[in-house]
């Protein structure tokens, strides 16, 4: 049953201020079961499939909702079991139906449940599954269509604010935010530290050896792309590294386009051979990729690991040194800069004060 409208305006009024896709999910979740007080609520990350897999899609449960408890799982990892695809027996026939027609119910003995998909630039982004012991009048469908619907606009607001005109990557104004995010997840991990509120988090168990890393990608003699084949060919340069960026890492793996022909990639949690042969796999992947007019590209790449006191300005900087060499050394290699974790910490600024742009 519908709650009093002023609750759902002020459930409104913070779902929108929000900015931290995770964290809008999260609030969208709350809001719905505070306003129609279902008796059960999941919701469910959707995505294309890795090139290397058969399957045309796959979904993640992430968020389960009920009796006043929460659980969480927020990254995608391919071996985990509660990852279905198209092509998965046990898949909900009700959640299929969704993802083709928007939206799908049913009422039987022992509830009334209905699955709806929410969009973001025209793709499916979210599974949203609610629960409750009587069907919903069509007053209470009604508002939570536009519940939904104002969670689409606000994620295609954020895609706007958030990602690179050309190539579809996040931007550099990103970048900080999702350093904070990805370094807090970090030390979560080191220290093991509870939750600061009650909800109980899903975490996967990492080994000790598993980090988050930074890269810095330049395109190696880019200008010369440019002055000889102009900058139509350049841009055209620049959205197919991007592309094949995005075939190449996990969709957990966060992609910058940093500015002109330079690109930052965060992955992780993983091992540091994982991480260099991920960014080397890729590297490899674009010397042998065939641009268009203008024939074989390059990249250098320079690689480091990131220590949770660090700031973003110091991982930059490491990052930027390795690439430098990897120049320096002939172009269209991997350098990882080796660190030094005390020394680093003893000359390490305090956290709050960070001047990177």
């Not at 992430?62 to 391919?78: K, V």
């Not at 607001?157 to 190539?167: H, V």
């Not at 957990?252 to 990639?265: A, N, Q, T």
Request: with cysteine.
């Amino acid at each position: 049953m519908l709650q009093a409208p002023t609750t759902m305006l002020n459930a409104l009024a913070a779902l929108t201020s929000l900015h931290d896709r995770d964290a809008l999910s999260l609030s969208l979740c709350i809001t719905l079961q505070e306003i129609f007080d279902f008796k059960q609520l999941d919701l469910y990350h959707y995505r294309a499939a890795p090139l290397q897999t058969d399957c045309a899609w796959q979904i993640k449960h992430t968020i389960h909702l009920q009796d006043g408890q929460m659980s969480q799982s927020w990254h995608w990892h391919e071996h985990e079991h509660e990852i279905l695809s198209n092509l998965s027996p046990e898949l909900d026939p009700l959640i299929t139906q969704a993802l083709s027609s928007s939206e799908a119910s049913v009422l039987s003995s022992d509830g009334y449940r209905v699955v709806r998909c929410l969009y973001s630039a025209n793709q499916p982004q979210l599974l949203i599954d609610c629960r409750n012991t009587s069907a919903l009048s069509a007053k209470d469908l009604h508002v939570l269509h536009g519940m939904t619907r104002i969670y689409e606009n606000h994620s295609t607001l954020l895609d706007y604010g958030q990602t690179d005109t050309l190539t579809g990557l996040l931007n550099r104004k990103t970048l900080e935010q999702q350093f904070f995010k990805v370094m807090a997840h970090q030390k979560n991990i080191n220290n093991l530290e509870p939750s600061s509120t009650d909800i109980e988090c899903e975490r996967r168990s990492h080994s000790d050896n598993e980090a988050y890393f930074l890269a810095v990608m330049d395109i190696d003699h880019f200008k010369r792309i440019n002055d000889q084949f102009g900058h139509i060919y350049g841009d055209e340069v620049l959205l197919l590294i991007a592309q094949l960026m995005k075939a190449s890492f996990r969709s957990e793996d966060h992609l910058f386009r940093f500015g002109g022909e330079e690109f930052v990639i965060m992955i992780g949690p993983q091992s540091e051979d994982s991480a260099l042969q991920a960014v080397e796999r890729f590297r490899e992947r674009v010397a042998k990729f065939d641009f268009p007019q203008v024939g074989q590209v390059t990249i250098s790449i320079g690689i480091t690991q990131l220590l949770d006191f660090e700031i973003l300005s110091t991982v930059l900087g490491r990052a930027d040194e390795a690439l430098y060499q990897a120049k320096d050394q002939g172009r269209n290699r991997v350098v990882n800069a080796a660190i030094d974790a005390m020394s680093i910490k003893e000359h390490s600024p305090n956290n709050g004060s960070i001047e990177l742009f």
